[in-house]
């Protein structure tokens, strides 16, 4: 059995004050964010944590580096980690994104397994690597304890597969900033359980 900590990357300046889709934008962690980041590394460093990977964008990879320091190990880049392409919506404000892409903002807000940014991925394009990943993961790491540090969509999308609904339940899950998801893949069943969603009660001093 291989377990899973699943934690979002800490905030950046595009996550709050200037909030934009990130997508593939290398943004860098914030004060807050690393603040988050130490936070969560606290509360991780007794798991028994035995690998750590991350999205290999600044945002994630920061945030897998201070958790994978306070446990005594090295974070390592997963590619398919990488957050969704947003494709021409990369770096847009909602109201921008609204007004310049109109039919295809509302069906992002009502049905988002149906959309392909342009230029950029669907989630079935996302769930598809992912999957991948984790599966990789399981194989390298049989009874090990994993920390996956990624993004938000990237986060859904995980949990969406893991909890066996399909993309169109995307915004059905909340993934704060920082939060810790905890599952378990049972190879012998080709299952997964999922023992825990979007804590985020190691961010209280956080300010």
């Not at 934690?7 to 997508?23: K, M």
């Not at 807050?32 to 990977?53: E, F, I, N, P």
Request: charged share 20%.
């Amino acid at each position: 059995m291989t377990k899973y900590y699943l934690v979002r990357h800490g905030d950046t300046a595009w996550n709050r004050d200037q909030w934009r889709y990130r997508g593939c934008a290398d943004i860098p962690l914030d004060d807050v964010g690393l603040a988050q980041a130490r936070a969560t590394a606290g509360v991780l460093a007794d798991a028994g944590l035995t690998a750590v990977y991350a999205s290999p964008l600044k945002r994630a990879l920061n945030t897998a580096e201070i958790i994978a320091q306070g446990a005594g190990l090295t974070a390592r880049p997963l590619p398919d980690l990488i957050d969704i392409h947003y494709g021409a919506w990369q770096g847009l404000t909602q109201d921008e994104a609204r007004a310049s892409y109109p039919e295809l903002f509302v069906r992002w807000e009502l049905a988002p397994h149906l959309v392909r940014f342009p230029d950029g991925e669907s989630l079935d394009d996302v769930r598809g690597r992912i999957m991948k990943a984790l599966l990789g993961v399981a194989m390298l790491h049989p009874q090990g304890t994993v920390c996956l540090v990624g993004h938000q969509v990237v986060n859904k999308v995980i949990l969406c597969a893991v909890l066996g609904l399909g993309n169109d339940a995307f915004w059905r899950i909340t993934q704060e900033t920082c939060c810790i998801n905890i599952f378990r893949y049972e190879p012998a069943h080709y299952r997964f359980t999922v023992d825990r969603l979007n804590d985020t009660h190691h961010l209280r001093e956080v300010v």
